[in-house]
C-alpha cells in the first residue's frame, strides 16, 4: 500500500484522536520516547495498560457486587484506574475516573455503578482506536516508511 | 491543539528534546507499584542517560539498598544507588516510608530522594520536601520533569532548608502549570447521572 496514504491516515486519526479527547499530551510524549532503540515502546506500553485494565475492571465489578460496598477498596482499584489512563494520555478514561472517585467518595452505589459502565464503554471506545492506531504504524513501518510525528 | 507535521526528513522523527548531558554510570533506583508508570519513568531516565534499576515495591528497594531487617550497615548500598525516584501511594510501604527509613540510615542518607505522586497534595508535598525528599513531581512523569533531576547531582551549595523548599516548591507548582496548560483544550465533559 501507499505509504503516503498510510501516513496521512496515520495523521488524520491521531488529530482526530486528540480533538475528541481521547488522547493527551501524554500520548505525545510517550510517542516521543520511541525511537530506532525502542522502536516497540508505545505498542507495549499500550498492551501493559489494556491488560492491566482488564484485570480492574473485572476488579471493580466483583468489588461492586458485594454487599455491602467497600468503598475504599473500589476507590483504590479506581485510583490505580486513574493512574495508568493519566500515564498513558487516555484523556476520557482518566476524567471518568475522577467523577467515579466522587461517587466512591459519597458511598453512591448507583452513581458507582453508572461510573464503571461509562468507564467500560470509554474504554472500549479508545481500545479499538489504539488498535488501529498502531495496526497502522505497523503498516508504515512494514511497507518502509516513517511514523509522521505530532508536534 | 496539537499540529501534525508530515516532514519528508527522516531526521524530523528524532526530534527529542535536547538531552542533559549527564554521565552515563549515574544509576537511578525507581520504585513503583504500576507497572506501567514503572516502565514509562525506566524509558525516560534511560533516554536521560541515566542507569536504571526499577523495582515494584518500597521492600524490594530496601533489599536493594542492603537495609531490610537483620542486614549489618556494612551491606548498605552495595548496588551504588545514586538517586531514588519513588511513588508515594503504594501499599504496605508508602514512598514517605521509604524516605523516611533511607534518610535515618547513615550510609544512605545523602542519596537524594524524589517523590511522584498522582495527587497534588500540598500538604504532603510540603512534608516530603521538609523531611529530606529533593523534589516532588506530579505525575504524569514527563521528560522535563527527569531533566529538573540532574541539578540534584551538581555539587552542593549550602542554603537553609526553608529557602530550598520553597524555591523546590515553586518549580514544582510552575511544572504542573505548564502541564494543565498543555492539556488538550477539547475536553469532553463526560456527565455520570449520579
Same mark, same amino acid.
Given at each position: 500500500?501507499d505509504v503516503?496514504?498510510?501516513?496521512r491516515?496515520?495523521v488524520d486519526?491521531t488529530?482526530?484522536?486528540? $480533538?475528541?479527547?481521547?488522547?493527551?499530551?501524554?500520548?505525545t510524549?510517550?510517542?516521543q520516547?520511541?525511537?530506532?532503540?525502542?522502536?516497540d515502546?508505545v505498542?507495549e506500553?499500550?498492551?501493559?495498560?489494556?491488560?492491566d485494565?482488564d484485570?480492574l475492571?473485572?476488579e471493580?465489578?466483583?468489588?461492586l457486587?458485594?454487599?455491602? +460496598?467497600?468503598? $475504599? $477498596?473500589?476507590?483504590?482499584? +479506581?485510583?490505580q484506574?486513574k493512574?495508568?489512563?493519566?500515564s498513558?494520555g487516555a484523556?476520557?478514561?482518566?476524567?471518568?475516573?475522577?467523577?467515579f472517585?466522587?461517587?466512591?467518595?459519597?458511598?453512591n452505589r448507583?452513581?458507582?455503578w453508572q461510573a464503571l459502565?461509562?468507564? $467500560?464503554?470509554?474504554? =472500549?471506545? =479508545?481500545?479499538s482506536?489504539?488498535e488501529?492506531?498502531l495496526?497502522?504504524?505497523?503498516q508504515i513501518?512494514a511497507?518502509?516508511?516513517?511514523?509522521?510525528?505530532?508536534e | 491543539?496539537a499540529?501534525t507535521?508530515i516532514? /519528508?526528513?527522516?531526521?524530523? *522523527?528524532k526530534?527529542?528534546?535536547s538531552?542533559?548531558? #549527564?554521565?552515563p554510570?549515574?544509576h537511578?533506583?525507581?520504585?513503583?507499584?504500576?507497572?506501567?508508570?514503572? *516502565? #514509562?519513568?525506566e524509558r525516560?531516565?534511560?533516554?536521560?542517560?541515566?542507569?536504571?534499576?526499577? #523495582?515494584?515495591?518500597?521492600l524490594?528497594a530496601l533489599e536493594?539498598?542492603?537495609?531490610?531487617?537483620?542486614r549489618?550497615?556494612?551491606t548498605?548500598?552495595?548496588f551504588q544507588?545514586?538517586?531514588?525516584i519513588?511513588d508515594?501511594?503504594?501499599?504496605?510501604l508508602?514512598?514517605?516510608?521509604?524516605?523516611?527509613?533511607?534518610?535515618?540510615?547513615?550510609?544512605?542518607k545523602d542519596?537524594?530522594? %524524589?517523590?511522584?505522586?498522582s495527587?497534588?497534595v500540598?500538604? /504532603?508535598?510540603?512534608?516530603c520536601?521538609?523531611?529530606?525528599?529533593?523534589?516532588?513531581?506530579i *505525575?504524569?512523569?514527563?521528560?522535563e520533569? #527527569?531533566?529538573?533531576?540532574?541539578? @540534584?547531582?551538581s555539587s552542593t551549595i549550602?542554603?537553609?532548608?526553608?529557602?530550598v &523548599?520553597?524555591? /523546590? *516548591?515553586?518549580?514544582?507548582e510552575d511544572?504542573q502549570?505548564?502541564?494543565i496548560?498543555?492539556? &488538550?483544550?477539547?475536553v @469532553?465533559?463526560? /456527565? %455520570?447521572i449520579?
Amino acid at each position: 500500500m501507499d505509504v503516503a496514504k498510510l501516513q496521512r491516515q496515520h495523521v488524520d486519526l491521531t488529530h482526530a484522536l486528540f $480533538k475528541e479527547g481521547f488522547l493527551d499530551d501524554q500520548f505525545t510524549q510517550l510517542q516521543q520516547l520511541q525511537d530506532s532503540t525502542n522502536p516497540d515502546f508505545v505498542a507495549e506500553v499500550v498492551a501493559l495498560f489494556f491488560e492491566d485494565t482488564d484485570r480492574l475492571l473485572s476488579e471493580l465489578t466483583r468489588a461492586l457486587e458485594q454487599d455491602p +460496598v467497600d468503598y $475504599k $477498596k473500589v476507590d483504590a482499584y +479506581v485510583h490505580q484506574f486513574k493512574g495508568s489512563s493519566s500515564s498513558i494520555g487516555a484523556h476520557r478514561v482518566k476524567v471518568v475516573c475522577i467523577t467515579f472517585r466522587t461517587c466512591c467518595d459519597e458511598g453512591n452505589r448507583q452513581g458507582c455503578w453508572q461510573a464503571l459502565q461509562q468507564v $467500560k464503554h470509554e474504554f =472500549i471506545l =479508545i481500545k479499538s482506536r489504539l488498535e488501529v492506531l498502531l495496526q497502522l504504524e505497523q503498516q508504515i513501518l512494514a511497507a518502509g516508511g516513517e511514523i509522521p510525528f505530532m508536534e | 491543539m496539537a499540529r501534525t507535521n508530515i516532514s /519528508r526528513e527522516i531526521d524530523a *522523527k528524532k526530534q527529542l528534546p535536547s538531552r542533559a548531558p #549527564v554521565t552515563p554510570d549515574i544509576h537511578v533506583l525507581a520504585v513503583d507499584d504500576s507497572n506501567i508508570d514503572r *516502565k #514509562v519513568i525506566e524509558r525516560l531516565l534511560k533516554t536521560s542517560s541515566y542507569k536504571v534499576t526499577s #523495582v515494584d515495591s518500597a521492600l524490594r528497594a530496601l533489599e536493594i539498598l542492603g537495609i531490610e531487617e537483620g542486614r549489618s550497615p556494612s551491606t548498605a548500598n552495595s548496588f551504588q544507588v545514586n538517586m531514588i525516584i519513588t511513588d508515594y501511594s503504594m501499599p504496605d510501604l508508602t514512598g514517605y516510608d521509604l524516605l523516611k527509613r533511607i534518610k535515618e540510615n547513615a550510609g544512605l542518607k545523602d542519596i537524594p530522594v %524524589v517523590i511522584m505522586s498522582s495527587e497534588n497534595v500540598p500538604t /504532603r508535598i510540603k512534608r516530603c520536601l521538609e523531611d529530606g525528599a529533593k523534589d516532588f513531581i506530579i *505525575k504524569p512523569v514527563q521528560l522535563e520533569d #527527569v531533566k529538573r533531576l540532574s541539578q @540534584h547531582f551538581s555539587s552542593t551549595i549550602k542554603k537553609s532548608s526553608g529557602v530550598v &523548599c520553597s524555591k /523546590r *516548591k515553586q518549580e514544582i507548582e510552575d511544572a504542573q502549570s505548564r502541564k494543565i496548560a498543555s492539556r &488538550c483544550p477539547h475536553v @469532553h465533559e463526560l /456527565r %455520570v447521572i449520579a
